[in-house]
């Protein structure tokens, strides 16, 4: 609450009827009635804390992997608004990285350790050639499991691999706030969303303000406001990062772009994306603030949108932009 209402006198500073509205917008947020989120898919695979949730559909499986950062449901948001649950019906079965909370024991296993502790057993237990979906650092970590383990396909959304392409000012805001959060981490063994959130708002803070003065306009009981209360409750909500994963983020992958200049190890050697062996698509969105277009690994076919990092996943517009081409790629790489 203190950094948004630091962020709100610094975006609204000339107008005061801005952050009247952007006040009201947060207050109806606070006091809107939650609807229950859809069932959890079923598990069919576990590897320490981490767990695979099978959406069903005849087709081959696909394995989702979400970031770190925030809960996997961003791509299971609600009943009507679910891309596996869709992709389910087009010839795909998709499958979910539920990456669970970590503990202060995981103190070290950092993002690497992610992918070689708990996602490529997963990859294992499914007994079959699996595409690979990655979204956010999500798509990271999926880049280095398809260079450790075959896969059909892999299909980058939003995902960051050249950390130099963010605006050196946001890197440098994100190693700041590491800096001043570590001694805390350091002594809890974890990175609370929290802090992250707080790095992930500083990012583009104009947004921030907007969405909530847009919301106070909103008829409560609209499909809308309710589809802005679940992606704020997403948004806000999740477990902490491990501590070497912070560290690891803040500090090889802001600070010093260990992936972008081939430094990052995964599985015993580097992680080369001009190497992998399967066909790749590459989703980039010139509007994203989060994880900008210029972030992303320069390899694979690309699909370049005008949509926000979220807003391309779950918002209006999703469907037609990513939903159907995604899934239409998907059938053309098992068949290449």
């Known amino acids: 609450m203190p ?4 962020l709100l006198r610094s975006e609204t500073a000339t107008s005061p009827d801005r952050r009247r509205s952007a006040l009201a917008g947060l207050r109806a947020y606070q006091r809107a009635d939650r609807r229950p989120r859809p069932p959890a898919a079923s598990v069919v695979a576990r590897a320490g804390r981490a767990a695979l949730r099978d959406y069903g559909g005849a087709g081959p499986p696909v394995v989702f992997v979400p970031s770190l950062i925030n809960p996997p449901h961003v791509l299971d948001l609600s009943e009507s608004n679910s891309l596996l649950r869709w992709l389910a019906g087009q010839g795909v079965r998709p499958l979910l990285v539920d990456w669970g ?3 202060p024991e995981e103190r070290d296993l950092d993002i690497a350790g992610h992918v070689e502790a708990l996602l490529l057993p997963l990859l294992d237990a499914v ?3 699996v595409a690979l979906a990655g979204y956010c650092l999500g798509g990271t ?7 450790r383990n075959p896969v059909t ?3 980058l959304i939003a ?3 050249r950390f130099s392409g963010f605006p050196q000012q946001g890197r440098d805001g994100q190693i700041a706030l590491w800096r001043q959060s570590a001694p805390a981490a350091e002594a809890m ?3 609370p969303i929290e802090l992250l959130q707080t790095g992930f708002w500083r990012l583009d803070p104009a947004r921030t303000i907007a969405k909530f003065e847009s919301f106070a306009s909103m008829d409560p009981d609209s499909a809308q406001a309710q589809g802005f209360v679940a992606l704020e409750d997403w948004a806000n909500d999740g477990p902490p990062l491990t501590l070497a994963a912070g560290r690891e983020l803040m500090e090889s992958f802001f ?3 260990a992936p972008g200049r081939g430094e990052w190890r995964v599985g015993g050697g580097p992680i080369d994306p001009s190497k992998l062996a399967c066909p790749v698509l590459n989703v980039v969105s010139t509007t994203d603030r989060i994880v900008p277009a210029a972030s992303a690994a320069d390899v694979g076919e690309a699909i370049t949108l005008g949509l926000g990092h979220v807003g391309m996943v779950v918002g209006g517009r999703a469907r037609n932009a990513l939903w159907e081409p995604l899934a239409g790629w998907l059938s053309q790489a098992r068949h290449s």
């Open 153 to 155: 396909g892999l299909a």
């Open 127 to 129: 007994g079959e050639p």
């Open 141 to 147: 970590m999926a880049l280095a499991a398809a260079m």
């Open 159 to 161: 995902a960051p691999w």
């Open 3 to 6: 950094l948004f209402l630091q």
């Open 189 to 191: 063994g974890l990175f």
């Open 255 to 257: 600070g010093e772009d």
């Open 101 to 103: 909370s970590p503990g």
